[in-house]
């Protein structure tokens, strides 16, 4: 059996070549860069659903190392505006959000697959080229050598150019101008640690923002908003970079662990999959990082590949599997792009009547709570919902409510993702960390166990897990009585069935599989 290829071997592209090994499957993870970057915050959020995957995968130290949060507070200069928390449907003992450096998160993740028995990672592998064909796909990488995969999940990050150029795929959209000075110090400041600080317009940086996350460590990321053409080297030598600091903190030591600017980028791949070969993370989609919605859909990303792929090569499934990564995880990065841009035009608007409204606005909160709602510093990442997906078995009877509020976990509803919560069959298991070894079926006040496990085992190959739920679960699930509910590998809902038979339970299995009319054609 041809191995399946990952390129890159950052977060998402780690995650990917762990669920592959974990379904077992030997995976071959090429990598450009010849050592592991060691400095530098960068991704920093991770959310609680991409905690969930790590945790399943054995990484629960980045959840167990990371400094949780659960507040966000939002200021207009001096004055407070808004600040909210995290909630959750269901009893997930995993925190809403963790920050912890990514070079940390890199490390835990790589120390896993190196140990997995299955995961052949090379550096110093860069590929700069691909040939597909009716049985695998050829990789070329530019120290000469090749490789050959059945399929490929490319996660090579924003400088994948020549993989994208070699599938024929577009990667359109716009850089901003104003750029980011971010800041990594070590400082001790009391009170600060659990919370996240957004500041429109403060005194020490007028007409800009800037942003504050806590890290573990007594660390903090400081983001600024600076001015186009901003120097770092002759803020630095002048003594501007620490005044900037002492602004923020005052008069407490401190220490500079690393500094860099950015100039953000929104872009979406105009298709994320291109005959066997998925395109994940920021080698597909690239957002604002306002909202912490990039590696938090990276991760999704490959956990969607990851389970489709196996599927197909282990028989399980139809090749036409495929084609549903791209009507759902374009459809994510799509959502993501419009939340991010919307936040964008609040922070940096382009014209003078856009610098005016937001202005407005912010002074309309800074007079009334009420109106703080309207004041956009960031929507947190969140798991999208396959609603409108050809996997997806709809159900009039539980439409999706739409957008939850924000910090809320969406109504469980077919697409959405299912509530975690213990599972009454087996002690001291939760409900995602048993969904992710298959496909899943729930039972609301049933008897009749065996005739659905058959008619779902009839239906597939794959393994199927059937479970009564318990009073928590179903309360988080709001099911009635004599519901049938079907669980993805990836956690999402295929198909809540009132009343079901074991026949249509069958064919919602066969419908989240890609058979038949709910699948669409390859691209």
Known sequence: MDPVAVIGAGPVGLTAALLLARWDLPVVLLERRTVRDTTGSRSICQQRDVLDVWAFLGAGAVAAEGLTWTTARTFYRDRELSRWSFTARGASPLPPFVNLSQARTEEILGALAEASGRVDLRRGHEVDGLRQDDGGVTLHCANGETVRASHVIACAGAHAGAVRGALGVRFDGRAFGDEFLICDIRARLPGWESERRFYFDPEWNPGRQVLIHPCPDSTYRVDWQVPPGFDLAAEEAGGGLDRRIRQIIGAVPYELVWRSVYRF???????????RVLLAGDCAHLVAPFGARGLNSGVPDAENAAWKIA?????????????SYHDERHAAAAENLAVTGATMSFLVPRTEAGRRARRETLERAARDPAAAAAVDSGRFAEPYWYVDSPLTTPEPSRPFPGRPPKGQDAVPAPGVIVPDGPVREQAGLRLREVVRNGLTVLLADREDHGAFARAARAATGAPVT?????????????AEPGDVWLVRPDAHIAAALPAATPGRLAAAVRRALGYGRGARRAR
């Open 265 to 275: 980028q929104s872009r979406l791949a105009d298709r994320m999959r291109v005959g």
């Open 466 to 478: 059937v479970l009564g739920l318990g009073p928590e679960l179903a309360g988080a699930l709001r």
């Open 311 to 323: 599927f197909v090569v282990r028989g399980w499934a139809p090749e036409e599997l495929l084609a």
